[in-house]
């Protein structure tokens, strides 16, 4: 199974200030098609997870363009340009490329 | 957009069974790969599995492929997730969800099912 390890676990972050979360996975995400098979979720609380980035740095419709994806094969990051309240919750990663699919340890966002 | 509407919690004693029902609104029923998933708050999503609404295939992870099993009822829009066995660590949130394929991803999800398993 691919392993997906993600960093901080908690993020403490005043509001109007970037926020940047990392996720690792065990083995390459990228695909012979070349997309990388990475997708970030927000979780609010209390709700199920909602889709943010899709193939490592794709924006879901309607997710705001503060957030931002980017990374490699297995070194992904999830960019927040300024935070804002609404933005606190339970960030996961997760890796598409084969079952079982496979979510890292989720980041909590909390606001200073 | 799809809906995707969960039937209520549910309360188990250990070794029985449970089933947890999942109705698609808002597209065609057949051609979509619905999937479930449960997580335990505080702790990451697992994924359970994945079945194909429109020819039926299904496939289990391996750690519950002796006692998971989705069926599909195309006449009510719906897809059942029934997990035997149950012991308390099954007790959790178990949410289906829809692939969409252009992303690769979980597009839509449900609100959840809470089953508990208690003596």
């Known amino acids: 199974d691919i392993v997906m390890t993600q960093s901080p676990l908690s993020l403490p972050v005043s509001p109007g200030e970037p926020a940047s979360i990392s996720c690792r996975s065990s083995?390459?995400?990228?695909?012979?098609?070349?997309?990388?098979?990475l997708a970030w979720y927000l979780q609010k609380p209390g709700k199920s997870p909602q889709l943010l980035i899709y193939l490592g740095s794709n924006r879901a419709s309607g997710v705001p363009d503060r957030f931002s994806g980017s990374g490699s094969g297995t070194d992904f990051t999830l960019q927040i340009s300024r935070v804002e309240a609404e933005d606190v919750g339970v960030y996961y990663c997760?890796?598409?490329?084969?079952?079982?699919?496979?979510f890292g340890q989720g980041t909590r966002l909390e606001i200073k | 957009q799809v809906q995707l509407v969960q039937s209520g919690a549910e309360m188990r004693k250990p070794g029985a069974s449970v089933q947890v029902s999942c109705k698609v609104s808002g597209d065609t029923f057949t051609g979509h790969a619905l999937h479930w998933v449960r997580q335990t708050p505080g702790q990451r999503p697992e994924w359970m599995g994945w079945i194909n609404t429109g020819n039926g295939k299904t496939r289990y992870a391996q750690k519950f492929q002796d006692r998971l099993t989705f069926i599909r009822d195309t006449s009510a829009s719906t897809v059942y997730m029934k997990l035997s066995g149950l012991r308390s660590e099954d007790t959790t949130i178990y949410y289906c969800?829809?692939?969409?394929?252009?992303?690769?991803?979980?597009?839509?999800w449900g609100r959840g099912t809470l089953v508990t398993v208690t003596s």
């Open positions: 997760m890796q598409g490329l084969q079952p079982p699919f496979t």
């Open positions: 083995q390459s995400l990228l695909h012979a098609n070349r997309y990388k098979y």
């Open positions: 969800a829809i692939w969409t394929a252009e992303w690769e991803a979980f597009g839509d």
